[in-house]
């Protein structure tokens, strides 16, 4: 049962991550790094304390009374993370829902649920996969399976962009993602593809706090949200950082009052974007402590998301005029991804 309720909340988080950049396209009049830091601040400051005080009352003492060792770690993943967070949304921008989501969560997926297993082989910690497990026992070899195949599913969904750029005229590409660019794009998402794993690293080195939660009587299915709210203020720094940068690089800091354009309609679309932002990772939350952290929490998670993504792409109509083989390379991509996940829930399952 534990298992059922596990994928459920996954799915959620998946269908909430998948879809959280539709709003923003509501958004019309403003510049990227404004409505992008204004569903930021949904995303990582005020919805995250909000969460933790509903389901772990006193979180901001279990905060205070962590040792400056764990908040150090943690928010350092999250200044990582939000590196890969920033790029994400210049993946998408510049790839589109379907082909954006498939590049980044596939390296992601992978990178987010093989480096743990490769720190824990060095710092061993009782009941965590360490890259030796997944070498020297038989669910480990299914699980490192899963990812390698992952990594194929990855190369074939790049292949599916490149196939696309060829495919489609300049005017054509434009009219279902505004500003394509696929080298941009592969740049951008294979960056934020490795350093967005650094979220799940993030819950890691936090796990203490989440830790202290439970010990305290807190409901476990809700033990990280505790660590979200500092992982996130790493997230929060980046980003703000950079989008400062770019309103003033672009004289954008006046879209934030501009009477032009449909103000409140924006900040209502940017505040929910954020806020839908952030539901991924309180479902993942729940998920994750049905399942456990590892390889299946996580590949589990983004291949949801690449789900989600890939219909909103089709709805969309990403890939409307393509040729019949760049919409088989493109489902082939997406299906080998969803293997790749198959493939670590029954090495997992095998595990002892």
Known sequence: MNILFGIIFHFIGGFASGSFYMPYKKVKGWHWESYWIIG???SWLIVPPLAAW?????????????????IRYTIMFGVLWGVGGLTYGLGVRYLGM???????????SAFGALVPSVYYNFVHTPGKTTFNDLLYT????????????????????????????????????????????LTKGLIVAIISGILSACFNFGIEAGKPMAEAAVKLGMNPLYQNNVTYVVLLWGGLATNFIWCMILNARNKTFGDYTNAKTPLTKNYIFSALAGT?????????GMG?????????SWILHMAFIILVANIWGITLKEWKGVSNKTRVTITVGIFTIVLSVLLVGIGNYLKP
Do not use: H
């Open 40 to 42: 930021g601040l949904f």
């Open 276 to 284: 839908t932002w952030f539901l991924q990772f309180f479902f993942y």
């Open 138 to 181: 038989n669910w480990g070899r299914i699980v490192f399976l899963g990812i390698i195949v992952c990594l194929l599913g990855i190369y074939i969904c790049g292949r599916a962009g490149m196939l696309k750029e060829k495919d489609l005229p300049e005017s054509e590409k434009k009219k279902s993602v505004a500003e394509f660019s």
């Open 98 to 108: 379907s082909l954006g989501n498939s590049i980044v969560l596939g390296f992601c």
């Open 288 to 296: 994750e402590s049905k399942l456990g952290n590892g390889a299946s």
């Open 54 to 70: 509903l389901t772990i009352p006193g979180f901001a003492d279990i905060i205070r009374n962590t040792p400056w060792e764990v």
